[in-house]
């Protein structure tokens, strides 16, 4: 969101550091809040979810893990 592509963004950047469970621990626990919360806000805990899952995703293919 400040310009950079997504690969560089620091989601991408932490994937690097930690691997590819950073991003699917991030996603389960998004997963998880958005069944407490009322429609409106769990979108954005959903879409949240699918985010850290392609960057996951983008992270393996990548590094061919």
């Known amino acids: ?4 592509a997504f690969m560089d963004q620091p989601i991408m950047l932490i994937q690097e550091m930690i691997g590819p ?3 699917l ?3 389960c626990k ?3 809040e958005s ?3 009322e429609w409106s806000q769990a ?3 959903l ?3 699918i985010v ?3 960057a996951s995703y983008l992270h393996r293919e990548k590094n061919n893990v």
Not at 1 to 4: E, V
Request: proline fraction near 0%; glycine fraction near 20%; charged fraction near 20%.
């Open 1 to 4: 969101a400040d310009g950079r």
């Open 21 to 23: 469970g950073f991003g």
């Open 25 to 27: 621990g991030q996603a």
């Open 30 to 32: 998004k997963l998880q």
């Open 35 to 37: 069944q407490r919360l």
């Open 43 to 45: 979108q954005n805990e």
């Open 47 to 49: 879409l949240g979810a």
């Open 52 to 54: 850290y899952i392609a």
